[in-house]
């Protein structure tokens, strides 16, 4: 493993810590103790995550991750932070986090989160080589090169799990997923007792893609077992498009 980790963090201490045990995982660590640093760093090098504590001096974490998410390509965000309330935890995802920690955090915690993330993102990768054309579902379209998401000529903003839930769903047409499946397929972790984040997730994706969330046509409920798309809604899933 030689992934390019930078840490955001101001916390000295924690920095260093968390520096020591990614090296253990042979990865190339960059540590930065402020927001516009990072953002610097992140223009200069392509990383393959990014460990970003919320609270910052300058611009927050917040800040960072959003701007983070405007540059080219797409890097993983791990975010930190000493909150813990359900609003901060979604607002760090709704801004593009791909995962939250809350301090204090195991080790064993952080390391496991991070070779997760990069399990996911090889997984991604493979999948995008394999078939990386566009899906559509009806006049949704998502690209998965570009992380994009278009209903119509609109675009659909969605966050980074939202999308790979999504994307997820459209090369696997009526393939039934329990909670704890799309745990370890979109999280990468199958933590008990975390399956409530799946449906908070699935409403917040079908508020942005379903004509009436309340009555879902491209992501069902199949009560009982899970969450499927149907292969009927999907006119067009693209060339190439697998089960998976």
């Known amino acids: 493993m030689s992934q390019r980790v930078m840490i955001v963090e101001d916390e000295a201490e924690i920095a260093r810590l968390v520096e020591l045990h990614l090296q253990d995982l ?15 760093k992140a223009r200069e090098t392509r990383f ?22 405007q540059l080219p ?12 309330s359900e609003v ?34 090889r997984a991604f990768a493979q ?5 990386p054309g566009p899906k559509c579902s009806g006049d949704l379209r998502l690209d998965p090169a ?25 090369r696997n047409p009526d393939r039934v997923y329990s909670r704890a499946e799309l ?11 975390y399956e409530h984040t799946v449906n908070s997730h699935i409403n917040r994706l079908r508020s942005k893609i379903e004509r009436d969330p309340s009555k879902p046509e491209r992501i069902l409920t199949v009560w009982g077992v899970g969450y499927k798309h149907p292969r009927s809604h999907g006119a067009d899933n693209g060339p190439g498009n697998g089960e998976g």
């Open 26 to 40: 042979g990865c190339r660590v960059t540590a930065v103790t402020d927001g516009e640093s990072a953002l610097d």
């Open 48 to 69: 393959d995550l990014v460990i970003l504590d919320l609270m910052l001096p300058g611009i927050d974490g917040l800040e960072v991750c959003g701007r983070l998410r």
């Open 146 to 170: 570009s992380r994009e998401v278009h209903l119509g000529d609109r675009p659909v903003h969605l966050t980074a799990k939202e999308f790979d839930l999504l994307h997820h769903f459209l």
């Open 88 to 121: 901060d935890r979604v607002l760090g995802l709704e801004v593009g986090a791909d995962d939250y920690l809350t301090k204090p955090f195991s080790i064993r915690e952080l390391v496991a989160r991070v070779k997760a993330i990069f399990r996911r993102m």
């Open 183 to 193: 745990l370890d397929v979109v999280w990468g972790y199958g933590f008990e007792g």
């Open 127 to 131: 999948q995008s080589s394999s078939d």
């Open 73 to 84: 390509g797409y890097t993983p965000i791990l975010m930190l932070t000493a909150r813990s």
